[in-house]
T-cell receptor
């Protein structure tokens, strides 16, 4: 069975304290791994797409990496405005023409000033 | 670019009534739209995939007669929750696939409360 697992469920950091969020996947065929940020009461906001092992992408304080089994979202020197729920999602080869995403349960990040 | 406008953002309705949620693609044509449901502090659960001009494909366990999806044009998809009950209270989010670029864009969500 295809599974996407995120850890930790919740993470509290002090401002400036760098850390990483994990998204591990057990899927039959990966056609893309996506990272989203979701603020309370809002829809997900796109951050990154990764397609192949070894790929890395950066945006401001965030950096996403991908291996054959997992992805990490590294947050460097976070600020309180980085507080949000971070979701990872995979698009599977088996989703075929539908191309739907399968989401992990998310990591709720709180950055304290 | 590639914005999906979803409304209403919040709706409160009485048990037994129906509620319609709209998602419009503002600057692109959305051949396929996805409808998700999200419970508090939980992830997005795919409910159905809608394709313009054809019947929606529902995920296992989702009642197609309760959650009516219409995708009559390339810019509009609607989800109607029929005969709503308190257990239908949730956060509903639509998404559209976009060619190239970031792949998928999401609406801002609708908080449905059934009283």
């Amino acid at each position: 069975e295809d599974q996407v697992t995120q850890s930790p469920e919740a993470l509290r950091l002090q401002e400036g304290e760098s850390s990483s969020l994990n998204c591990s996947y057990t899927v039959s065929g990966l056609r893309g791994l996506f990272w989203y940020r979701q603020d309370p009461g809002k829809g997900p906001e796109f951050l990154f797409t990764l397609y192949s092992a070894g790929e890395e992408k950066e945006k401001e304080r965030l950096k996403a990496t991908l291996t054959k089994k997992e992805s990490f979202l590294h947050i460097t020197a976070p600020k309180p405005e980085d507080s949000a729920t971070y979701l990872c999602a995979v698009r599977l080869i088996s989703s075929g023409s539908a191309r739907q995403l399968t989401f992990g349960s998310g990591t709720q990040l709180t950055v304290l000033p | 670019g590639a914005v999906v406008s979803q409304h209403p953002s919040r709706v409160i309705c009485k048990s037994g009534t129906s509620v319609k949620i709209e998602c419009r693609s503002l600057d692109f044509q959305a051949t396929t739209m996805f409808w998700y449901r999200q419970f508090p502090k939980k992830s997005l659960m795919l409910m159905a995939t809608s394709n313009e001009g054809s019947k929606a494909t529902y995920e296992q366990g989702v009642e197609k007669d309760k959650f009516l999806i219409n995708h009559a044009s390339l810019t509009l998809s609607t989800l109607t929750v029929t005969s709503a009950h308190p257990e239908d209270s949730s956060f509903y989010i639509c998404s559209a696939r976009i060619t190239g670029g970031n792949g998928y864009t999401f609406g801002s969500g609708t908080r449905l409360t059934v009283v």
